[in-house]
């Protein structure tokens, strides 16, 4: 990478299978009828991503996906069922982060779009660590807001003996990639807004919105929401941003958009 260049890479890192009904809300599809009683919502893939950008200015990764130890580490939440995970070997987090030749020591920034088992499933490798931990205030009041050892799909091992930073607004952590505040689908959701020479400006946008069909228009809520209103106005919100910066909106589980996306090794300048 020449000085001053921004390189971002979208690391797959897996997936889960779920019900469709998790992440939209359509009744359409999911919803049954007089003439069909018992419809079903339709099982799909759920992919999951981490962003790692390598800037002049320090290394930062965005969230850290899904454990190897799934199976176990959720046993406890009466969960595994409804969410099971599907990964090769290639495509567990430490596994990418080995393929881009990065080793946790180097992460300069981790920031965490939210707490949840599949964004900050493997938050505890960087126990230790120099890094800049970050979170919005209202994820980490929440998420260590509660007694036990989880909270759903909150695990307080995953992420509890990091020290945090937390940002209430939207912030500029390095020059050209924001913190955007985009609440709803947990207490404080977060979106990622890069600004890249050569390609424009991206937005991830994390469970904010889950996929294409959530983003509409019209807006189409999911199943899994913390804030129906906030949620909505988060929505709008980066529709806002991207209509006026011509972003490319990556949503946080598109399986469909996945398949098209530039992703390890290859990258984003």
């Known amino acids: 990478m020449s ?8 690391m797959p890192v897996g997936k889960f299978e779920a019900s469709l009904s998790w992440l939209l809300f359509d009744p359409a599809r999911v919803v049954g009828t007089r003439q069909e009683p018992h419809k079903a919502a339709p099982w799909v893939d759920v992919p999951v991503h981490s962003v790692l950008i390598q800037h002049p200015e320090g290394n930062l990764l965005w ?9 176990t580490k959720w046993a406890p939440t009466g969960l595994t069922d409804y969410w099971p995970v599907v990964a090769e070997e290639q495509e567990w987090f430490d596994s990418r982060l080995r393929q881009a030749g990065v080793e946790t020591g180097d992460i300069d920034f981790l920031v965490f779009s939210h707490l949840h088992w599949d964004h900050a499933g493997n938050g505890w490798m ?9 979170c919005s205030q209202a994820e980490y009041e929440g998420a260590f807001g509660f007694d036990g050892y989880c909270d759903g799909p909150f695990i307080r091992s995953d992420y509890g003996e990091l020290p945090f930073e937390t940002v209430q607004e939207d912030t500029e952590i390095l020059p050209g990639v924001t913190l955007l505040q985009t ?20 937005i991830f946008t994390s469970d904010a919105i889950f996929l294409g069909d959530n983003f509409g228009p019209p807006a ?37 958009q996945a398949k098209h996306m530039r992703s390890a090794p290859d990258y984003y300048t």
Do not use: C, Y
């Not at 960087?126 to 970050?134: I, Q, R, W």
């Not at 609440?183 to 991206?202: A, E, F, I, K, N």
């Open 183 to 202: 609440p709803g689908h947990t207490w404080g959701t977060m979106s990622l807004q890069v600004d890249l020479p050569d390609t424009g400006t991206m």
């Open 3 to 10: 000085s001053g260049e921004i390189k971002l890479t979208v």
């Open 126 to 134: 960087f126990n230790g660590t120099d890094a800049k931990v970050v």
């Open 63 to 71: 969230d850290t996906g899904l454990p190897r130890d799934w199976e």
């Open 220 to 256: 189409v809520t999911p199943g899994i929401v913390h804030d129906s209103q906030k949620w909505l106005s988060s929505v709008e919100k980066i529709r806002g941003i991207a209509e006026r910066t011509d972003a490319t909106v990556i949503f946080g589980h598109d399986a469909e």
